[in-house]
């Protein structure tokens, strides 16, 4: 039986989203799996992004062999199985943004904005942003809530991360969220610092930056 009340993609967009740290799965010389832990933040578009060092064994493997997953899990509740948290792992290949490209400087103060103590080691010359173009998604979301997706499930449409891109700057300077202070948005939501940088998610998926003061009013 279908589970009619179970959003597959709002879940993965809300995980991938929300989660500042991933299990990334590389290919050795050899083919051999090999898993490391990283940072991860996402461009406006949902496309995910690692800062990562030209000396780390997981850039080398990406350097000969892009092909790579994220795993990003949802905590689970205090004292329950770790394995009952909604977890999506996200297949694709990473491609390295070279300083010089023009997107660089944007997708660079992205990742800072959700990982600020990375400000420390960003600007050495080892350090590169990584971006993944997504072909596929498996989200585990519970008992019989398993569903594969398609990377248009996860990923906003170009038209509307365009959009979003123009106006995310004018949007940070006049957006307020009780109190704190946004660091970034996106049509799946905003990221705020307080003590710390957390995410808030819309309650669905805005079309038009001109609906982020209305979603936000959803929420407060």
Known sequence: MDDVGFDAPGVTRRIVRSASTAALGTLTSEGTPFVTFVTVATDISGAPLVLISGLAAHTRHLARDG???????APA???????????????????????????????????????????????????????????????????????RLAASDLLVPPDIAEAFETAEAALLDSLRLAGTRLVSVDPDGVDVLDKSVRRVCFPRRSIDPGEVESLLAEIR
């Open 67 to 73: 092909r790579a997953s994220l795993l990003m899990q």
């Open 77 to 147: 509740g205090e004292g329950d199985d770790p394995l009952t948290g909604a977890r999506v792992t996200v297949a694709g290949r990473f491609q390295r943004v070279a300083q010089e490209d023009g997107i660089a400087r944007r997708l660079l103060s992205r990742f800072l904005a959700r990982h600020p103590e990375a400000e420390a080691y960003a600007g050495f010359g080892d350090f590169a942003i990584h971006r993944m173009t997504v072909e596929s998604i498996h989200l585990v979301a519970g008992f019989g809530r398993i569903a």
